[in-house]
């Protein structure tokens, strides 16, 4: 199987991201992107668990969607089905965002 990289972007920092399975959920995907850890040995992406005001905070990959230019959302389940990457159509080097999206109290 070939390598499966996605370019990541959150808070303007962009890295090329590899995938070690394509396959998986995407809330598997970020958690696995949550404790990513660079060639520095430090951790890729800074993520905090909690906001400002101390709302715990949820992270969502999103797209650019071409013809209006907004990220649009991949929610990780639709119903009781997990989304993967495939079920919004990304493929090997696409760009995703990362989202942060507190969760209200």
Request: glycine share 6%.
């Amino acid at each position: 199987m070939e390598d499966f990289f996605l370019n990541i972007i959150y808070h303007n920092k962009k890295v090329k991201f590899r995938v070690a399975n394509p396959e998986a959920s995407l809330s598997t995907l970020v958690n696995n992107l949550r404790h990513a850890i660079g060639a520095d040995g430090k951790l890729i992406f800074d993520f905090p668990s909690i906001d400002e005001t101390g709302a715990p905070i949820d992270y969502f990959f999103g797209v650019e969607d071409p013809e209006v230019h907004e990220i649009r959302v991949l929610r990780p389940r639709i119903g009781r089905t997990d989304q993967t990457l495939e079920d919004y159509n990304i493929h090997n080097g696409d760009t995703l965002y990362l989202i942060p999206d507190p969760i209200p109290g």
